[in-house]
């Protein structure tokens, strides 16, 4: 009786989720005249570890939306950065992309991000990096912008390589 008492103290204590842990880094590199917007993700020890190392150049995707504690996301938010590069100034814009507003709905615990640049009068298409919980085949993990391109280029992996 004394060994089955122990089990069930201690047994709940060895079972735990994986948290994984997304962020968006920005990178304005004026030496090769590029922007360049990273989707990183990362599991337990290693995503917190990521999520610390963001500091000004980056935000967590947790930090883009406010709860009401465990049922509703009650608002969506965003952070902005400039880049300089030799032919202006590239505004970027990023917001938090839940799955779902209700967090114990379909995609309720789904949360990533997507941004928005422009320069000069243009705006580049609004790119999510994870479209949807169940529907998404790819990610995007980069975004790379050059100066002068009137264009982005997206680096795409398959879904199922995200979560390695």
């Given at each position: 009786?004394?060994?089955?008492?122990?089990?069930?103290?201690?047994?709940?204590?060895?079972?735990?989720?994986?948290?994984?842990?997304?962020?968006?880094?920005?990178?304005?590199?004026?030496?090769?005249?590029?922007?360049?917007?990273?989707?990183?993700?990362?599991y337990n020890e290693a995503g917190e570890?990521?999520?610390?190392?963001?500091?000004?150049?980056g935000v967590a995707t947790d930090d883009?939306?406010?709860?009401?504690?465990?049922?509703?996301?009650?608002?969506?938010?965003?952070?902005?950065?400039?880049?300089?590069?030799?032919?202006?100034?590239?505004?970027?814009?990023?917001?938090?992309?839940?799955?779902?507003?209700?967090?114990?709905?379909?995609?309720?615990?789904?949360?990533?991000?997507?941004?928005?640049?422009?320069?000069?009068?243009?705006?580049?298409p609004h790119t999510v990096f994870h479209?949807?919980?169940?529907?998404?085949?790819?990610?995007?993990?980069?975004?790379?912008?050059?100066?002068?391109?009137?264009?982005?280029?997206?680096?795409?992996?398959?879904?199922?390589?995200?979560?390695?």
């Amino acid at each position: 009786m004394r060994y089955l008492v122990l089990l069930i103290v201690l047994l709940p204590s060895l079972a735990w989720a994986d948290t994984f842990r997304t962020g968006v880094k920005v990178a304005c590199n004026t030496a090769d005249d590029s922007l360049r917007i990273s989707y990183v993700g990362a599991y337990n020890e290693a995503g917190e570890a990521l999520i610390n190392s963001l500091d000004q150049t980056g935000v967590a995707t947790d930090d883009l939306v406010r709860t009401d504690g465990d049922s509703l996301i009650t608002q969506i938010l965003t952070k902005a950065w400039e880049c300089k590069l030799s032919d202006g100034i590239y505004n970027i814009v990023v917001g938090g992309a839940p799955g779902n507003m209700k967090i114990g709905g379909r995609c309720g615990a789904h949360l990533s991000a997507w941004v928005e640049i422009s320069h000069d009068g243009v705006t580049f298409p609004h790119t999510v990096f994870h479209d949807d919980c169940h529907l998404s085949k790819t990610v995007i993990t980069e975004i790379l912008v050059r100066a002068g391109s009137k264009s982005m280029q997206l680096t795409e992996i398959p879904v199922d390589r995200w979560w390695q």
